[in-house]
């Protein structure tokens, strides 16, 4: 076998994978490209954007889901505390196409117990669409589950008179008739 074939033979497999790998390459680089675009990855193109003041938006993020009756129009694009108000603000990314109404209510829900959280929207009486820019004035933050359960599990947030407590950590002395005649 002569000393420069062996070579020439090596030389060109390896021209063969880098080709391939180049092309591989460029197909994930295509599918990342399309995928982002797809799905509105980063941005929400022409979308119509709204602000919403919340008192608790525990469970949402950019990206969560903006709803109204179980179907997404939209999606949560920035969030960011209110300096004055020490609320949630966050930016609604709303489908241009839908016209919802801009006295629209939200609120801060959840698929369930251990369901995702999104927003839903229930549209006003209105027939004034959301501009870019609007905010929602209307709005009811996300419920502590944990802490309804902790009230649930322990008996409390009930009212003092209901459950005998004082509010001082003392019992009020009972009323009942069974201990008079003694």
Do not use: C
Not at 80 to 104: F, G, I, Q, R, W
Not at 143 to 169: C, R
Request: proline share 5%; no cysteine.
């Amino acid at each position: 076998m002569e000393p420069g074939r062996g070579m020439n033979r090596l030389f060109g497999q390896d021209r063969m994978e880098a080709i391939i790998g180049f092309l591989v390459v460029i197909v994930a680089v295509w599918f990342s490209v399309y995928a982002w675009e797809r799905t509105g990855a980063g941005k929400a193109g022409n979308a119509i954007r709204v602000t919403a003041l919340f008192p608790n938006a525990a469970g949402v993020s950019p990206g969560t889901e903006v709803r109204i009756a179980g179907m997404k129009i939209g999606k949560v694009t920035e969030q960011k505390l209110d300096p004055k108000s020490y609320e949630a603000d966050v930016t609604l990314a709303l489908d241009p196409k839908l016209k919802v109404p801009n006295d629209s209510s939200a609120a801060i829900t959840s698929e369930g117990f251990l369901g995702a959280t999104y927003i839903a929207l229930v549209p006003g009486g209105s027939t004034t669409p959301f501009k870019d820019g609007d905010a929602i004035l209307d709005t009811q933050g996300s419920m502590d589950l944990m802490g309804l359960v902790g009230q649930f599990i322990n008996k409390t947030g009930g009212s003092a008179s209901s459950s005998g407590a004082t509010g001082n950590g003392a019992t009020a002395p009972s009323t009942s008739s069974a201990g008079a005649g003694r």
